[in-house]
């Protein structure tokens, strides 16, 4: 039986009457099972906090954002560890370590009690029990299934948008905090897929992304490299996107290599591009990353995801940036190049974490060895660890992230013909 925070219950070890420090040890170990059955299931500390007060806008959140969130979910966990366990214990310093670092390894041994519940039946006297019992001063209690319903007739949800009716497919492909993307076909033509964005209650992403858009087309069509809308209902709250078959890194998972350099260095130059038209009409993404570039059937990249840009043409004051912080429209214009660095080194890494500080040569000459002769590695090297550094410094100026993202760009369209070179047959 898989986890949740439904299917644990903690029971303390004495039966007899608990005075107010046990009661809080006793609940403040209930709550850490259940963030732990949400660490099993591959969430982090912060949906775990979720799961326990339901609410995203709760005021332990920091009203809401994911930055003051993610902050305030690990300073409720560590005080819960602190009253379950005591402030000096081994399991409090692994979770700080864990916390601090955001290094899943450090909490190895505050879930590892927690995972083994899914093999072992936790009966009477078991190791496992008894080890919870040492820790915990408690067991925790695996609760029966709810009895199994009746298997249903699975009907299909139905939408329809500028008079064409979609079938929503089961599952969702995302869902965060501004409303939900499925997936759907086109009911008067079944071949014809598409991504449906939803928002959820007074949310309003889809109707900023429609605008960006239609801005966009207005200024030469659709765009190759901007994923294209097929559809709005701005009373429903619903966008109709086409449909990709995934993101940058899931679509050629792992660092970069022979066999995918072509693919990526295309990619970066085609989001540059993307990135460079959305600059020439004063408009910013703010939230550029890996997810965000979605890559279509036939292999090329197409920008997505505008719930959180700002158009200055139709207000030059200074839009906040994702943490509240008031950015000018050249200060938004340079975070966006920063976050295309992070985007080019998450390409060459297969990852999605920010490039080292201080990025080095020698890290960038391991990134790239093999895919350009030795000496023009040793030259280019320097110029590409130069390019990654821009994007922690937060004080560079807009001509210096121009820069960077140019240089960086140079880079990519010397490894694609390093690629296209490398698949020529012999004699062309």
Same mark, same amino acid.
């Given at each position: ?118 093999? $072992? ?77 939803? $928002? ?14 239609? +801005? ?55 989001? +540059? ?156």
């Amino acid at each position: 039986m898989k986890l949740s925070p439904r299917s644990v219950t903690f029971i303390p070890a004495s039966k007899s009457a608990a005075t107010t420090e046990e009661v809080g040890k006793t609940e403040a170990r209930k709550q850490l099972v259940e963030i732990a059955a949400s660490l099993v299931k591959g969430n982090s500390v912060k949906s775990g906090f979720l799961r326990l007060h339901g609410s995203r806008d709760s005021p332990e959140l920091g009203h809401g954002r994911w930055s003051n969130g993610y902050t305030a979910a690990s300073r409720l966990v560590s005080d819960l560890v602190g009253k379950a366990y005591g402030t000096d214990s081994q399991v409090v310093r692994d979770l700080q370590t864990y916390l601090q670092g955001r290094d899943k390894v450090g909490v190895k041994s505050f879930l590892k009690l927690v995972k083994a519940m899914e093999k $072992d039946s936790l009966a009477e006297g078991s190791p496992l029990q008894r080890l919870q019992t040492a820790r915990l001063g408690g067991r925790i209690q695996l609760n029966a299934p709810a009895a199994t319903r009746a298997p249903q007739e699975k009907t299909l949800e139905e939408r329809t948008v500028q008079g064409r009716t979609y079938q929503l497919e089961s599952g969702t492909l995302h869902s965060g905090a501004d409303g939900v993307v499925v997936m759907a076909r086109a009911s008067d033509d079944p071949t014809q897929t598409a991504c449906l964005k939803i $928002d959820k209650a007074g949310r309003r992403g889809t109707a900023v992304e429609h605008q960006v858009l239609a +801005r966009l087309r207005a200024r030469g069509g659709p765009h190759p490299h901007i994923v294209r809308e097929l559809g709005h209902d701005a009373a429903a709250g619903i966008l109709v996107l086409e449909r990709c078959k995934g993101s940058m890194l899931l679509d050629t998972p792992g660092p970069v290599q022979a066999g995918n350099l072509a693919l990526r260095a295309a990619w970066f130059g085609q989001t +540059r591009q993307a990135m460079e038209l959305l600059h020439d009409a004063d408009i910013v993404h703010r939230d550029l990353n890996t997810k965000n570039v979605l890559i279509r059937e036939d292999g090329t990249a197409a920008l997505a995801d505008f719930g959180n840009a700002h158009d200055f043409e139709y207000s030059d004051q200074p839009c906040p940036d994702l943490f509240g912080v008031p950015q000018t429209r050249d200060a938004a214009k340079s975070a966006d190049r920063r976050d295309l660095l992070k985007l080019g080194y998450n390409l060459l890494a297969g990852t999605d974490k920010a490039p080292p500080n201080p990025m080095s040569s020698a890290a960038v000459q391991t990134l790239l060895q093999g895919l350009l002769p030795q000496a023009e590695l040793q030259s280019l090297a320097p110029q590409v660890a130069q390019s990654l550094q821009t994007y922690h410094d937060r004080s560079a100026s807009p001509k210096a992230t121009e820069r960077a993202v140019a240089s960086l760009g140079q880079v990519f369209e010397r490894l694609g013909q390093s690629a296209a070179a490398a698949q020529a047959p012999w004699g062309t």
